[in-house]
């Protein structure tokens, strides 16, 4: 059941911090001097080497090529070291790059030293590279099946002892996505390769993750009829142990990331969707979730993790999921948040206990001038140094392109400053992040709730509607514009409202928690 408090709170009360400067360890953001850079990860190495994994593209004889971009940081977070990696197949009918996003491959330190990446290329096939410990390649293995044509998503790689295990989504021969995981040896020949599903359906595999040594937990969705798929699967021999299918519409909302604890069960991460039509016009609200499974797939808490954010208007999600040293969970994703005078994309980073109970949530944006109205910034995967660091791999957007963005902070997400405020107070930091154009107070709220403009206050009267997640009008008045306008409302179930307000033709949307 979802606890009555609300995650989303912790976040409005927490932090975030930016830098005018390139130079701050903690927060930087570097230009290489391709056509476009940036990361979707950031791996913790060897011997504690940090590395950023993303992807980039540069002009060669007169063609564009993608490839992959690995950037190695020192102890003080310089860069040692880069490594730019392209398609090497020779095929005069299409233009070869490789391809890499969030489910589409990721890096791995490896056993021997070294580390293993996996992508997609440009003929739909799924690809390993090996590297040594400079990131220079060893070999490279591409595969082809005969029962499949292409590839929907290629998850990071998981090394085992004597190989590897790749799995995703494959698009069969019948144009379906069928769940797969392939185990290679130490030089990337296939030992084994299974395919999972329903024949036919599609099934798009989101995330993967071990069960001590010999499972493998998948977690795909089936997004047009919007519920959650779980396999578990012996990596010895590729057998299927248990398969799990949630209800329609279900309270974790569709699964993005999931990660396994010592008892068998699951934290998961998702978003629930829900429409609504204020006026004749449609609405798609996002709202994402955190949960925790038992053993058996059974729901043991599922508790809302940031505001909801309409569809298609910012972000708002995880990128991943990871258990830290301490126990706890680290989620790292994006966020939409007030600065400089606009709503912007941040790295999100928040940390929660396995009870679902919220430690810390704050958001980060990239070392630009935050009056600009392009600055935004985007975390991919992140790592925990050996001494509980956090490092974040990301893309930010300030100078009107993509950049490489690598953000560092303490266990606490907090940058090495002697202090973790809200406003970074010395005069060489960010100014005090600006308000937002409307405010609603107190938020949850019972009977009393106030609209307040903090700036230019509209003229005219004021719309006030407050709707349910269903979409319903439940609620309205009008009343004369005012810098503060109380409201007096009816006794209404708990749970979550989005109150729209219009005046002079303009129409805010904020989210309302009724207790």
Request: hydrophobic share 35%; net charge negative.
């Given at each position: 059941m979802?606890k009555?408090?609300n995650?989303?709170l912790f976040?409005?009360?927490s932090?975030f ?9 903690a ?8 056509d476009f850079n940036?990361?979707?990860d ?6 504690g ?5 993303g ?17 190695r940081?020192?102890?003080s977070?310089?860069?040692?070291l ?10 005069s ?6 391809a890499?996003?969030?489910?589409y ?8 030293d070294?580390?293993l990446?996996?992508?997609v ?14 990131l220079?390649?060893e070999f490279r293995y591409e ?10 998503t ?13 799995y ?11 769940p797969?995981a392939?185990?290679?040896?130490k030089?990337?020949e296939?030992q084994?390769?299974?395919?999972y599903?329903e024949?036919g ?13 010999s499972?493998?937990v998948?977690?795909?969705?089936k997004?047009?009829?919007?519920y ?7 990596v010895?021999d ?18 993005r ?6 008892d068998?069960?699951?934290i ?12 004749g ?7 994402s ?9 059974s729901v043991q ?9 309409l569809?298609g208007?910012?972000?708002?999600g995880?990128?991943e ?13 994006e966020?939409?948040t ?5 709503k912007?994309?941040a ?9 679902g ?7 980060y944006l990239p070392?630009?001038d935050?009056?600009?109205?392009n ?5 991919g995967?992140f790592g ?7 490092i974040?791999?990301g893309k930010?957007?300030?100078?009107g392109?993509?950049?490489?963005w690598?953000?560092r902070?303490?266990?606490q997400?907090?940058p090495?400053?002697d202090?973790?405020a ?10 005090s992040?600006?308000?937002p154009?409307?405010t609603v ?7 009393h709730l106030?609209v ?7 003229t005219?009267?004021?719309?006030f509607t ?11 008045v009008i ?8 409201l007096?409302?009816p ?6 409202y ?18």
């Open positions: 979802i009555s408090y995650i989303w976040g409005a009360l932090l911090f930016y830098t005018f400067s390139v130079a701050q360890p927060n930087r953001a570097d230009d290489f001097g391709y940036d990361y979707i950031a791996v913790v190495g060897h011997n080497a940090m590395i950023g994994f992807r980039a593209m540069e002009e060669s004889d007169g063609v564009d090529r993608i490839g992959v971009l690995l950037t940081y020192g102890p977070n310089e860069v040692q880069q490594n730019f990696i392209t398609d090497t197949a020779t095929t009918a299409i233009i070869n790059n490789f890499v996003d969030y489910l491959g990721g890096l791995i330190p490896t056993g021997d070294g580390y990446f996996n992508a290329t440009s003929r739909n096939n799924s690809i390993i590279v090996k590297l040594n410990r400079d220079q390649e595969y082809q099946d005969s029962n499949a044509i292409s590839n929907f290629v998850v990071e790689p998981i090394e085992l002892e004597g190989g590897y295990l790749l995703g989504t494959a698009k069969a021969l019948d144009g379906s996505g069928a797969y392939r185990r290679i040896n030089v990337g296939t084994w390769v299974q395919y599903g024949e359906a599609t099934e798009i595999v989101q995330d993967g993750t071990m069960q001590g040594d499972i493998l998948i977690s795909c969705t997004s047009e009829q919007f959650n798929i779980i396999y578990k699967i012996n010895t590729g057998t299927l142990q248990s398969e799990w299918a949630s209800e329609v519409y279900p309270e974790t909302g569709l699964i990331q999931i990660v396994a604890l010592e068998g069960s699951l998961t991460f998702g978003e629930v969707f829900e429409e609504y039509y204020p006026d016009w449609l609405f798609s609200m996002v709202q979730v955190i949960a925790r499974l038992s053993p058996v797939n808490w599922a508790n809302p993790a940031g505001p909801p954010h569809f208007n910012g972000q708002e995880s990128r999921l990871k258990l830290v040293s301490d126990g706890n969970i680290v989620s790292a994703g966020h939409s007030w600065a400089g005078g606009s912007k994309l790295g999100w980073l928040f940390k929660f206990t396995p009870e109970d919220t430690l810390w949530s704050r958001y070392p630009f935050l009056s600009g109205e600055v935004s910034g985007q975390f995967r925990e140094l050996p001494n509980g660091d956090l974040v791999g930010s957007r300030g100078d392109r993509r950049n490489c690598l953000v902070t303490d266990a997400g907090c090495s400053l202090s973790c809200y406003v970074v107070t010395s005069e060489e930091w960010a100014p992040p600006a308000e154009e409307v107070f107190p938020n949850p709220a019972c009977r106030t307040a403009w903090p700036g230019a206050v509209p005219g009267t004021g719309h407050l709707y349910n997640l269903q979409g319903q009008p439940v609620w309205s009343k004369p514009s005012a810098p503060e306008v109380p007096q409302l006794e209404l179930p708990p749970g979550m989005a109150l729209r307000v219009e005046s002079e033709g303009q129409v805010w949307v904020e989210r309302v928690v009724i207790q």
